[in-house]
């Protein structure tokens, strides 16, 4: 009987890894399992990421970016397009997890839907409404105190006024909703910069798929991928030329797969110390 029993703890365990293994790409360590997984593993506090195919294409040129990314405590394989091209290149497929199903999942959870749990960063205070009435219609309250409308982040995303905030109220979880490529560094500052660790999930425009704040994305659509043809329909101009950026992630993987691809910078030094660029 207690082999049998310890058999199913044994298998239990495996199982439970086996949702929680990650997949290294681009030198990017990616979660690959349910949302549930992810949302109990981010109880324990940490960074977690949500890279867009078009911010994945900086990561050549992008250092601050890039080491977002890397000490992130989490990054979720939201990009349909990098899940694509690596199941087709790649022996061993991945599965998708995007930030709406993430955070779908998050506000499920009971200890975050608690009120005082959580602090939101959001992009305006027209985003702000929206995003706490829609919380309010699902039975999440949030009082003002914990929403932060941030500034638009020029030099840098040092934010003191934004770490009083914190300090002052610490939540258990910091939900930033600003735009990608900013909102991983803010990310990393408040990790950085706190002396206590909350779990900091970087959700980006998850939120405001739901809240109105942006264009409706049904969960089928979702589920096939297709959101960013849903962004591209409702503003044109915004998205299209930023997903026909993305097309350099597919050079990227081809080239580099599991490495970190280095830095332009770095490459423009190897070329000029080479016996072709005089000194």
């Avoid at 349909?80 to 199903?101: A, T």
């Avoid at 914990?146 to 109220?169: F, S």
Wanted: net charge positive; proline share 6%; charged share 25%.
């Amino acid at each position: 009987m207690d082999r049998v029993s310890n058999d199913g703890v044994r298998s239990t365990i495996a199982s439970r890894l086996k949702a929680l293994r990650s997949s290294r790409i681009l030198g990017i360590d990616f979660f690959s399992g349910k949302a549930a997984d992810a949302v109990v593993r981010m109880r324990r506090g940490g960074l977690l990421v949500v890279p867009a195919a078009p911010a994945l294409a900086s990561l050549p040129f992008d250092s601050e970016y890039r080491e977002a990314l890397l000490e992130a405590d989490m990054a979720i394989t939201d990009s349909s397009f990098m899940v694509l091209l690596w199941n087709l290149l790649e022996g061993e497929p991945i599965r998708r997890l995007s930030g709406l199903q993430y955070f779908c999942e998050l506000i499920r959870d009971e200890e975050f839907r608690q009120t005082g749990a959580v602090l939101y960063v959001m992009a305006s205070a027209e985003s702000a409404h929206r995003n706490r009435a829609w919380l309010q219609r699902r039975g999440i309250i949030v009082p003002p105190e914990l929403v932060y409308v941030a500034p638009q982040y020029e030099n840098g995303v040092a934010d003191r006024t934004l770490l009083k905030q914190i300090t002052a109220l610490r939540p258990k979880h910091v939900v930033i909703t600003i735009g990608g490529g900013v909102q991983e560094r803010l990310g990393l500052y408040i990790k950085r910069s706190l002396d206590y660790m909350p779990s900091i999930h970087c959700i980006g425009a998850a939120i405001a798929f739901r809240s109105g704040d942006q264009v409706y994305i049904p969960e089928v659509a979702d589920r096939l991928a297709l959101g960013w043809l849903f962004r591209c329909l409702w503003r044109p101009k915004d998205y299209v030329p930023r997903y026909w950026a993305a097309r350099r992630l597919a050079w990227l993987l081809l080239r580099y797969r599991r490495e970190l691809p280095p830095l332009e910078a770095d490459l423009l030094s190897r070329a000029t110390k080479s016996p072709a660029f005089p000194v």
